[in-house]
Structure formats: structure tokens, C-alpha cells
T-cell receptor, first 112, second 110 residues
Framework: NAGVTQTPKFQVLKTGQSMTLQCAQDMNHNSMYWYRQDPGMGLRLIYYSASEGTTDKGEVPNGYNVSRLNKREFSLRLESAAPSQTSVYFC???????????FGPGTRLTVL | EDQVTQSPEALRLQEGESSSLNCSYTVSGLRGLFWYRQDPGKGPEFLFTLYSAGEEKEKERLKATLTKKESFLHITAPKPEDSATYLCAGFSGSARQLTFGSGTQLTVLP
């Protein structure tokens, strides 16, 4: 079992460029999440998907869109990147909404 | 608004020197208090879930406890390999989301 995988590991963008972060899990989990982690601020929820076909906003959704492609995959899209989106992005999954969340290795994004 | 506060921000211990990390929370309808370990450049790794005040869980040199307002992560006789950032998070039954603290960076010196 690979658990939760994320691609790419690192990315540098220029302001205004777009990109999609990919996440996949092989644990047959129903719920998936996207977080960002900034120094001194802890992990903050961007979007989540409680089950296939549904998505909901988290604490900091502005500037992002998500797609739950199927039960395994949940992608995060930045349509027009801004320097404020420089962060480390983590994907997570859980069996259900209240269950333990398991995290991927992260994507380190820099927006110049 | 749900809030999770961890202290201290950083802690340096000598190998074998036991200590505790604190996690204070105000989370509406707490459905679980989670502890994670995070190594540099990696994703958080699950350690424990606590569900009710008075509950305790142990794993090797770590023991997590929960009261109605706080959780503690006790580290007994730590080793250098215990060096990491320890994250605490509360799951709100009303918001249906995890709220994370900003973590305690633990360094254990040989």
C-alpha cells in the first residue's frame, strides 16, 4: 500500500500561472482533504470531499478549486497563482468524516 | 470559532529527560483529539486519537492524555529519534472539520 500519494513534490510558478496538484489514495477511503501549511500557522483546510461526487469549502478556499475525479483521486487547482499561495500543500484521506486522517508527503509550492 | 493552542513552540531535551507537551483546545462538540508527528519535509504521521476526558493512550515512549480543556503528550526517557514536530488537532462535530495547532518542535540531544 502506497497510502496517499501527491504529485509533484516541488513546483515553482510565476504569478498568474495555473497548475493542478494531484492526490491519490489506495486505502478505499471515502473522504479526502486538501490542507496548506504555513510557518507558525498550522495546517489549514482548503477544501474537502466527504464522499465521491461531493466537495465543500474549508477555512481558506479562496483562489482554489477542487475536483473529486473518482473515489481514489482528488485534485487541487490554482487558476491564477499569487505569491500568497506559496506554501506546502498536503492531501489527506479518511474512512469517514470523523475518522483518522492519513496524510501524503506534501507538495512544496513557490509562487514568484 | 474553534481554536487549538500548543505550548511550548519549541522544546529542547537531553536524551532521557522526560517532559510533556501541552495542547489547549476550544472546539465545539469535540468528536476526537488527534496527535500527529511530523518530520522535516514529510507529511504528518498519525499517533493517537482520544475521544473522552480521562482517556489515555500509549505508544512506546509516548503517552497522550485528555481532559475537558487540554491534552498532554508525555514523553518518557526520550531518544534523539523522537525529535520532530508534534501536532495536535481537534475534530469539531458541528463544523465537521479538524482544527490544528501550530505544533511543538521537539529536539532531543544525545
Amino acid at each position: 500500500n502506497a497510502g496517499v500519494t501527491q504529485t509533484p513534490k516541488f513546483q515553482v510558478l510565476k504569478t498568474g500561472q495555473s497548475m493542478t496538484l494531484q492526490c491519490a489514495q489506495d486505502m478505499n477511503h471515502n473522504s479526502m482533504y486538501w490542507y496548506r501549511q504555513d510557518p507558525g500557522m498550522g495546517l489549514r483546510l482548503i477544501y474537502y470531499s466527504a464522499s465521491e461526487g461531493t466537495t465543500d469549502k474549508g477555512e481558506v478556499p479562496n483562489g482554489y478549486n477542487v475536483s473529486r475525479l473518482n473515489k481514489r483521486e482528488f485534485s487541487l487547482r490554482l487558476e491564477s497563482a499569487a505569491p500568497s499561495q506559496t506554501s506546502v500543500y498536503f492531501c489527506a484521506s479518511s474512512e469517514g468524516g470523523t475518522d483518522t486522517q492519513y496524510f501524503g508527503p506534501g507538495t512544496r509550492l513557490t509562487v514568484l | 470559532e474553534d481554536q487549538v493552542t500548543q505550548s511550548p513552540e519549541a522544546l529542547r531535551l537531553q536524551e532521557g529527560e522526560s517532559s510533556s507537551l501541552n495542547c489547549s483546545y476550544t472546539v465545539s462538540g469535540l468528536r476526537g483529539l488527534f496527535w500527529y508527528r511530523q518530520d522535516p519535509g514529510k507529511g504528518p504521521e498519525f499517533l493517537f486519537t482520544l475521544y473522552s476526558a480521562g482517556e489515555e493512550k500509549e505508544k512506546e515512549r509516548l503517552k497522550a492524555t485528555l481532559t475537558k480543556k487540554e491534552s498532554f503528550l508525555h514523553i518518557t526517557a526520550p531518544k534523539p529519534e523522537d525529535s520532530a514536530t508534534y501536532l495536535c488537532a481537534g475534530f469539531s462535530g458541528s463544523a465537521r472539520q479538524l482544527t490544528f495547532g501550530s505544533g511543538t518542535q521537539l529536539t532531543v540531544l544525545p
